[in-house]
């Protein structure tokens, strides 16, 4: 189905139409910046005046629209919602060649695309965000779902666009999917948690331990109660949030040593996710000592759902998902779409 339309109507009917009726009085009343007489927007709109009285009750109950003897007029609020609404048609309509080239080229079970490219545009991170609390809410079961997620700048973009109304109808629980590497406090995967609990009204449960430990510590490490409860919770969760970095980015904030650098310049590493670095075949460069979920465990996550942004990411994307063989779900920026279906060579920043 190639609008946004097509799929209500395919659903329920009668809303579609309805949505499609009360969206073109806004437009048409949106055009005049006087108030307009019923009769008139009637003819204008092609409706009956008695229709067009039913739906205007709704929409001025809504607080869309003003009513009154001397005509009608669009309200600011109806002007910010029917701009909203249109933004949203447009990048539908946008970008669905897109998404379905993308989601065909790496095999993906679904594609979301933003507009932009956030190595240009730092408003890309919200619209992340936004788009990744909209794929949730649509597909998240009522009642208890444990969310686990990673760290990066993007996460923590996308926490900050998070509200109350995911949490609506569900008992939401966050629990990081990893421990504390290299970066700034913001964005470290207990903070992302944290942060995604308090825009939700959900539950964190945190995971306060450095990530890059060796065996025998982590075994010790276990035996904590708090750190085992938060560990073993991350393995059941219902969704798994994470992002793809470059494998230059990624060596630095990891904080790899000389030796580790060279290897992976040696490897021709392109991409970093869940501690792994890997070339752009998608062959394994590099495995960091990881504490909470495993890498290979990826495939196992019921709903995984990777949050990119940036064009000079488009190799590391491609890659990642020959990597991990997961059909899961990808939400990005157009820059990297565009990339990745145009097979372009980008350079890695």
């Not at 109350?164 to 992302?192: H, K, T, W």
Request: aromatic share 4%.
């Amino acid at each position: 189905m190639r609008d946004m339309f097509s799929l209500i109507e395919k659903v329920v009917p009668q809303v579609g139409q309805e949505l499609v009726q009360r969206l073109r009085i806004m437009k048409t009343l949106a055009q005049h910046p006087e108030r307009i007489g019923r009769k008139t927007l009637a003819e204008e709109v092609a409706l009956s005046e008695r229709s067009l009285r039913t739906l205007m009750d709704s929409l001025r109950s809504q607080g869309l629209v003003d009513v009154k003897q001397s005509g009608i007029r669009l309200t600011p609020i109806g002007l910010d919602v029917l701009e909203a609404m249109e933004q949203a048609l447009d990048d539908h309509h946008e970008f669905f060649e897109l998404a379905q080239g993308v989601k065909e080229k790496l095999g993906l079970q679904e594609v979301w695309i933003v507009k932009g490219d956030a190595d240009v545009d730092p408003k890309v991170g919200s619209r992340l965000g936004r788009k990744v609390a909209e794929f949730l809410a649509l597909n998240l079961e009522s009642g208890r779902q444990v969310l686990a997620m990673t760290g990066g700048t993007t996460l923590a973009q996308v926490a900050q666009e998070f509200t109350p109304r995911l949490g609506e109808g569900r008992d939401l629980v966050f629990v990081p999917a990893r421990g504390g590497v290299g970066g700034s406090y913001d964005i470290q995967a207990n903070n992302i948690g944290g942060l995604m609990a308090k825009q939700t009204d959900g539950q964190f449960v945190p995971l306060f331990i450095p990530e890059n430990i060796g065996e025998q510590v982590s075994q010790v490490l276990l035996n904590n109660p708090s750190i085992r409860h938060a560990v073993e919770l991350s393995k059941t969760a219902n969704v798994l949030l994470l992002s793809v970095g470059n494998a230059n980015v990624m060596a630095e904030r990891h904080d790899l040593t000389a030796d580790q650098k060279r290897l992976l310049k040696d490897q021709d590493a392109v991409g970093e996710a869940f501690g792994v670095f890997f070339n752009q075949s998608g062959q394994e460069v590099l495995r960091l000592p990881r504490f909470g979920i495993q890498f290979q465990s990826l495939r196992e996550v019921p709903l995984l759902i990777t949050v990119v942004g940036g064009a000079s990411k488009a190799r590391a994307v491609e890659a990642y998902y020959k990597l991990i063989q997961h059909h899961g779900v990808l939400i990005c920026d157009e820059g990297i779409a565009n990339m990745v279906l145009s097979g372009a060579n980008t350079p890695l920043k």
